[in-house]
């Protein structure tokens, strides 16, 4: 009877090729759920649909009830927020690729009065000291890199967090920092992609795809 | 002062001294020279007496189709030039060429010149063909940077729409810098007129008998006219580009070679 999110997709492709079948998933507010599969089954594919982003199956996609087709692509996106396998943060300091987001039209009406506050508590738990945000983005680190991503989304307090194997390219360590701040920080529902064992023991449920069908498994610890 | 064909014929001997030098270095460039004199010449004496025709005609209808083959030939010319190859480029190229010198042309005619008659051929077609030449390298070389700066930066683009960037949000970066390099290198030009060279009209004007006072007069009239007609097309056709360039989820579509 949810209706956060339902995902209904009777095929879903890659280009031309078929890879997943019978998707009818239905997911809850602040659920976390994390995608398994060996490469190529159509994990990124999945997670790309649910912000607009894939077009490439036959369903539909109902967020609030209202097909995410019928929502402007931007507002969506605003709400569901993908982060990427590798963070592109762009020329300037780490404060003007926080600014920039913020500044993107469907933000705007958002009430941001606290914003300095919470940009502070963000990097505080992601383990940055606040001498990073007058830092160079291009002249950070990966795991940096990827913090920052996180902060400039967690900013923007979306509904939906979707990660694309956001730790893939970090150390345990680093990983687990972000893991941790995640689970910590935000509220909302997470859907993410991640092959980190450090990640596979702490979400509620997960989904399996293997030979073309989605196995959903609330029995994750 | 008029040339004599003997004249003109001892102006081509000039081109011995390319050719002597092409020999000395075994280059194989007289052939080319030869084509590219003969084809400048042919051309030139046909447009040369189809302008004398339609000056001294100097009828309002003639003119105004003259002008409709310029900008068809400017468009045509300009989509061969391009890179892209895309069936929705031809009437973007239209709009873009057509629209700034639709703006331009009269305000130059009517406000600035105010010739008699209005649309007097002496004054439209030379006018017209700066504006149309300019505007025409210009916008190829604004699409040309807009798409490549475009294909060189996808994961930018796509971060900017994962962040909830409407479209015009996340092309606004590569759209400036695709105008910024279009019309930085003229900004630098004009300001060097002077200074550096002799821009042709002014030349031509002033050695067909006009004084240079009122040669500099129209030279400063027409950068004004080429500069606003060459921002206005480049904005015009990536404007238009882009909101072709993508689908309704701001995603970009298939379709280039």
Known sequence: ?221 | MDISYYGLLYALLLLLIPIAIFIQLRLKLIKQLSISFSRMIVQLAIIGLWLQFLLDQDQIALTLIWVAVMLSNAVFTLRGRLKIKRKILLPILFAALGASTLVIMPWILFVVIRPEPLLSAKFVIPIYGMVLGNSMNSCALALERFESNLSDNWKAYYTRLSLGASLWEAALPTFRKAIHASLLPQLLTIASMGVVSLPGMMTGQILGGSSALVAIKYQMMVMAAIFSAVTLADFLAIRLYLARRFDKYYLPLAGIK
């Not at chain 1, 239905?26 to 659920?31: L, T, Y």
């Not at chain 1, 060996?38 to 999945?46: H, N, W």
């Not at chain 1, 992601?126 to 989304?153: M, N, P, T, W």
């Not at chain 1, 967090?161 to 509220?187: R, V």
Request: with cysteine; net charge negative.
């Open chain 1, 1 to 221: 009877m949810s209706d956060f999110l339902h995902i209904k997709i009777s095929r879903l492709f890659y280009q031309d090729k078929h890879l997943v079948s019978d998707i009818d998933l239905e997911v809850q507010k602040g659920e976390r759920i994390l995608i398994v599969g060996a490469t190529g089954t159509g994990k990124s594919s999945l997670l790309n649909t649910l912000n607009l982003m894939n077009q490439n199956y036959n369903g539909e996609i109902l967020f609030e009830s209202k097909a995410i087709t019928q929502y402007h692509p931007h507002v969506l996106r605003s709400r569901i927020v993908m982060v990427m396998q590798e963070p592109w943060l762009g020329e300037g300091t780490v404060q003007d690729v926080l600014d920039e987001a913020l500044a993107y039209h469907a933000i705007k009406h958002k009430d941001l009065s606290d914003r300095d506050r919470q940009i502070r508590g963000l990097m505080k738990s992601f383990q940055l000291s606040e001498d990073y945000l007058s830092k160079k983005a291009d002249q950070l680190s990966g795991g940096e890199k990827q913090r920052i991503a996180l902060i400039r989304v967690l900013q923007l307090r979306p509904e939906i967090l979707l990660l694309d194997e956001i730790s893939s390219a970090l150390d345990q360590k680093t990983s687990g920092i972000i893991s941790d701040c995640i689970f910590q920080n935000f509220p909302g529902t997470v859907i993410a992609i991640s092959h980190d064992p450090l990640w596979h023991d702490r979400w509620q449920r997960s989904w399996i795809i293997s030979d073309g069908i989605i196995k959903d498994n609330r029995e994750a610890k």
